[in-house]
């Protein structure tokens, strides 16, 4: 099944994309989906402790379950003044 991947910030950086399309098995999670991601960029991997997830505009879990078509989001944290 395919999702599309959006990234932002710093992990847009990493990823050198803000949006791609990703090719991942049935029955896979966003976790399924974070670990692809990183086998293609280890410096991703450091990144996760910090990062949110985002399914469809709605924050998930990671361990939530990813359906044909799905939109995830990564989200890293935010500061601001």
Do not use: H, K, Y
């Not at 999670?29 to 991601?37: Q, S």
């Not at 960029?41 to 044909?68: I, K, M, Q, V, Y």
Request: glycine share 8%; aromatic share 4%.
């Amino acid at each position: 099944m395919r999702v599309c991947v959006r990234a932002f910030a710093r992990l847009r950086e990493i990823l050198c994309a803000s949006e791609r399309s990703v090719d991942v098995p049935d029955g896979a999670r966003i976790e399924d989906l974070w670990a692809l991601l990183c086998q293609e960029n280890a410096a991703l991997g450091r990144e996760r402790n910090s990062t949110r997830a985002a399914r469809n505009g709605r924050l998930a879990a990671f361990d939530e379950r990813l359906c044909d078509g799905d939109d995830v989001a990564f989200l890293p944290p935010v500061s601001g003044g």
